[in-house]
């Protein structure tokens, strides 16, 4: 089993849509879980991050955490073509001090017009 | 305020040659990892530097790569020799500290023939 999943894609949603990405994740210690955009040729880019169970919005972006089930997931409202890329799930294991990142494979998004 | 910085920003070589990427992160930045991003996959953690010294390096393939960060500021990752399966982009990022955002560079991208 994969430490962290993702579902590759492409997910394709119309402009204005809400875009839904998801993630499982194994370790049931892991505490932090981030969201990252990939550009295609370009570097990650932190778009959210999420600590404790529920919801957490800024802007058009939702991220959603649920420990019990080991899933989170990112809601992009009113997507836009320039929200077309790679998302990636990120999960923080370890202990503080020590700790690494841990990434999913990645969804690619793609936004049409 | 100036981000992480690498070089060289792409780079062909043929299998058996060496290789080596540089890294200067954000200023003041105590944390400094280097990643392989395969296409297709997510980011994975070659090694992770707390000033000069490293924290981890469980998936470095010791036998072919190295790294230093000898004045705990900027850093070189080496392979030697290089294999076809070493193709991948080499993403280094840094943090303030160990539990901090991470910052990712441009990536360098390897492609070995």
């Known amino acids: 089993q994969k430490e962290v999943e993702q579902n590759s894609g492409p997910l394709s949603v119309p402009e204005g849509a809400i875009a839904s990405l998801n993630c499982t994740y194994s370790d049931r210690g892991s505490q932090s879980f981030f969201w990252y955009r990939q550009y295609s040729g370009k570097s990650p880019e932190l778009i959210m991050s999420i600590y404790s169970n529920g919801d957490k919005e800024d802007g058009r972006f939702t991220a959603q955490l649920n420990k019990a089930s080991q899933y989170v997931s990112l809601l992009i409202r009113d997507s836009q073509p320039s929200d077309s890329a790679t998302y990636l799930c990120a999960v923080r294991k370890g202990y503080t001090g020590f700790q690494k990142l841990v990434f999913g494979t990645g969804t690619r998004l793609l936004v049409s017009p | 305020e100036a981000g992480v910085a690498q070089s060289p920003r792409y780079k062909i070589i043929e299998k058996r040659q060496s290789v080596a990427f540089w890294c200067n992160p954000i200023s003041g930045h105590a944390t400094l990892y280097w990643y392989q991003q395969i296409l297709g996959q997510g980011p994975k953690l070659l090694i992770q530097?707390?000033?000069?010294?490293?924290?981890?390096d469980s998936q470095l393939p010791k036998d072919r790569f190295s790294a230093e960060r000898l004045k705990g500021v900027d850093s070189t990752l080496k392979i030697q020799p290089a294999k076809l399966e070493d193709s991948a982009v080499y993403l280094c990022?840094?943090?303030?500290?160990?539990?901090?955002?991470?910052?990712f560079g441009p990536g360098t991208r390897l492609t070995v023939l």
């Open positions: 990022a840094s943090s303030f500290d160990r539990d901090s955002e991470q910052f």
């Open positions: 530097f707390q000033n000069n010294g490293v924290v981890d």
